[in-house]
């Protein structure tokens, strides 16, 4: 069982930036992604940012190059960067780890950006 703990999320205005963390209780393996999905009210989840060994990042198409992701396998955490942040960017951030096919899931973090 794999825990995520998240970190980062806050009010910011529009074209402010934010952080988010996210550390998992266990190693995971370069090659297993580890991203960011977001939910919106009223909306389904959708992924945000992925990441994994021997491919590149997955972004959705409105965050690319406003976003960015990395992990750090030592520290068995995965970041996003968000820049130039917009009202549309206001969702509640979920951590997400793929391990051998088992899904995980942090708890989320909201991310409100007042315009």
């Known amino acids: 069982q794999v825990h995520l703990v998240e970190s980062g999320g806050g009010l910011v205005p529009a074209g402010g930036s934010l952080t988010l963390s996210c550390e998992a209780s266990e190693t995971i393996f370069s090659s297993n992604p580890m991203g960011w999905y977001r939910q919106a009210p009223g909306k389904q989840r959708e992924l945000v940012a992925r990441?994994?060994?021997?491919?590149?990042?997955d972004y959705l198409p409105s965050v690319m190059g406003r976003f960015t992701i990395s992990r750090d396998n030592a520290r068995k955490t995965v970041y996003l960067q968000m820049n130039r942040l917009k009202p549309e960017d206001t969702a509640i951030y979920y951590c997400?780890?793929?391990?051998?096919?088992?899904?995980?899931w942090g708890q989320g973090t909201q991310v409100t950006v007042s315009s």
């Open positions: 997400h780890v793929g391990n051998w096919g088992v899904d995980y």
């Open positions: 990441i994994r060994s021997g491919s590149d990042p």
